[in-house]
């Protein structure tokens, strides 16, 4: 049954204490087959929507920047630039990979898998849909719903840390280790706010499951009733990402470009990736905690969350044009000194109205 539930085939039961017919066998075995199958397509939809929306998620950031700047942007691929992304994309698998003679190439060749594959694994509790029926079998858009999927994200967004924490160190360069040091204490410190901000959520909701706190959604949106929690987790999630005015660890006029100076090609590509996707993740994660989720009136369930996603990745992208990087101690007390009591307090307010 564990296994079963992990991988979104919980409506199949396997038991093997009682012998049974051929014909129940046959049953079980037919049902485990085909909530596999289905369990592949959504893996396989949800992977290749989030490579392709993270690619154009670069255009679109680029262009909005331009915009912002009063200058074009990318043009000359494709008409409008359209075709720049999969310029970009050629590029950098042709490009030469380089190693550093002296780095630890191992943990050098391992760090920018962790830091992409954490970012992906944690789309795997986003709901984005109620069920539906497909043929008789009820189908959860969502690839698994765990009862502590809560958790399991913040799982993911830790073992993030080590891909980049890694990858300075291994380079083997005093840039790059800086920045891998300033990343694991940056990712590290915001991680305890953006946690305590979902706190109030949890008691909201009486749930860890991502589905169950939409589903407590459905008279308002949770950013009505906890404005304090939202601002607070959507300034964490910026500084967890990494993204201006919380570029620290990258910070290209002190450190070349911190912790991943020393990469070149697809490795560097994957870093890349696991930033725009991380984007992904929070846009999601916000809509999922604060805005309804997949609720919307009219259009399909799935589009509202996409356009929630992209209303909250051009934000933060705003943000970024918008304010300039913060001092790194400016950046430590923010977190340590404001988000972090702000989020305390947040959460006695919340259980006290709770209680009344």
């Given at each position: ?128 849909g109620s069920d539906i029926t497909i043929g008789g ?5 969502v690839i698994t719903d765990l009862n502590v999927g ?205 209680l009344l």
């Amino acid at each position: 049954m564990f296994f079963s539930s992990l991988f979104g085939l919980g409506y199949v039961q396997l038991t093997f204490s009682q012998p049974t017919t051929n014909s129940v066998q046959l049953t079980n075995t037919m049902d485990w087959i085909i909530g596999f199958i289905f369990l592949l397509i959504k893996l396989l939809v949800i992977l290749v929507g989030l490579l392709l929306v993270a690619a154009y998620l670069v255009l679109v950031e680029r262009k909005f920047l331009a915009r912002l700047q009063i200058r074009y942007g990318p043009n000359r691929a494709g008409k409008f630039g359209l075709l720049q992304p999969i310029a970009d994309t050629v590029k950098m698998m042709v490009k030469e990979d380089t190693v550093p003679e002296a780095a630890e190439h191992t943990i050098f060749k391992l760090a920018p898998a962790v830091v992409a594959f954490t970012a992906l694994l944690m789309f795997a509790v986003v709901p984005l849909g109620s069920d539906i029926t497909i043929g008789g079998y009820k189908i959860p858009l969502v690839i698994t719903d765990l009862n502590v999927g809560l958790l399991f994200v913040f799982a993911m967004s830790a073992l993030g840390v080590y891909g980049v924490a890694l990858g300075g160190w291994a380079s083997n360069s005093k840039y790059s280790l800086l920045g891998g040091i300033r990343g694991a204490a940056q990712m590290i410190s915001y991680e305890l706010s953006l946690g305590l901000s979902l706190v109030p959520i949890v008691m909201l909701a009486r749930s860890f499951s991502l589905v169950d706190i939409v589903n407590a959604q459905v008279d308002y949106p949770f950013i009505l009733v906890q404005p304090v929690s939202f601002v607070i987790f959507i300034i964490s999630a910026m500084a967890e990402s990494k993204r201006i005015p919380f570029d620290l660890p990258e910070a290209e006029n002190e450190l070349g470009a911190g912790y991943h100076t020393e990469y070149s090609g697809m490795r560097f590509g994957l870093f890349f990736l696991g930033e725009y996707v991380h984007m992904q993740v929070l846009g999601a994660l916000t809509a999922v905690f604060f805005l309804g989720g997949w609720r919307g009136p009219l259009l399909p369930p799935v589009l509202w969350l996409f356009i929630k996603i992209i209303l909250v990745s051009l934000i933060m992208i705003w943000i970024r044009a918008t304010l300039p990087r913060l001092r790194y101690d400016q950046l430590m007390a923010l977190g340590w000194k404001v988000l972090v009591p702000a989020a305390l307090i947040n959460i006695v307010i919340t259980g006290a109205i709770l209680l009344l």
